[in-house]
């Protein structure tokens, strides 16, 4: 069976998430930005944390950690990245892009999305896939150590998954990425949409699937023509575009 997936809000605009396998009863926590709505999300279905996983080092996807192993009744298995055990919490099982990570019976494998940070890992599970700050609802991560081109090899390497993988990320900046979206290709009916359905159906709504997310992230639709003449880019390659994006993006 695959994962049963639940969206935790944390914080004030963050994003965790309980990964749940109904066969072992394993459950993962991805990213820790604070304990106590995650400890309830646990409680409200009687779920036992088995494992944490980390997408990167930032404080506000990992700083909850030492209060949640505190509000839990057995040890977790932390894993994170092996490029970034340095600056993560403690980890117990250090990983690799490429890897394969159990929850349970339901195997994951390590992506490398480096851009936001550099050794920035997203999981990807059949039907679901942990993207931390690289491919977020209806837009993408900042820049803060790796480039452009770099996030652009990241966010490919999402769009490889199978279409129907819902794509879950760490943050909720679904009103400004639709104000960016909009003004990149105003007539994209499919951005409002996404925008309307979070907003009567909640958290759980905020995050599609791969397919969706092309239809209506703007960052992914750097491949189109119609956007590089957008963007008065006719002819430049899919990777100047997403970087002129990018920077529009940090400019809006
Ligand atoms: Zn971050
Ligand atoms: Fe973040």
């Not at 009687?46 to 494992?51: F, H």
């Not at 092996?82 to 992506?111: K, Q």
């Not at 791969?210 to 491949?223: K, T, Y």
């Amino acid at each position: 069976m695959p994962l049963q997936v639940i969206t935790v809000p944390c914080l004030k605009d963050n994003f965790a998430f309980l990964a749940h396998d109904p066969d072992s009863g394993a459950t993962a926590v991805v990213d820790v930005p604070e304990a106590a709505p995650i400890l309830k999300a646990l409680d409200d279905r009687g779920w036992r944390a088995t494992d944490v996983l980390l997408t990167h080092h930032h404080a506000d996807h990992v700083q909850g950690l030492a209060a949640l192993q505190a509000g839990l009744a057995a040890p977790v298995r932390v894993t994170g990245a092996a490029a970034d055990a340095h600056r993560l919490p403690p980890l117990d099982r250090a990983v690799s892009p490429g890897d394969s990570v159990m929850v349970g019976g339901v195997e994951g494998r390590v992506i490398d999305v480096s851009g936001h940070t550099v050794g920035h890992v997203a999981y990807a599970f059949p039907g679901v896939a942990f993207t931390g700050d690289s491919l977020m609802a209806l837009g993408c991560g900042r820049l803060f150590e790796g480039t452009a081109q770099m996030m652009w090899d990241s966010l490919m390497r999402l769009a490889a998954l199978p279409p129907d993988t819902r794509i879950c990320s760490g943050h909720d900046y679904l009103d400004g990425n639709l104000a960016f979206a909009r003004s990149v290709e105003p007539d994209n009916a499919a951005a409002d949409a996404r925008l309307t359905h979070a907003r009567q159906k909640g958290a759980e709504a905020v995050h599609v699937t791969l397919d969706e997310e092309r239809a209506s992230n703007p960052f992914l639709r750097a491949v189109l023509p119609e956007v590089k003449a957008a963007l008065g880019l006719a002819g430049a390659s899919d990777s100047e575009t997403f970087a002129e994006l990018r920077r529009r993006k940090d400019a809006f």
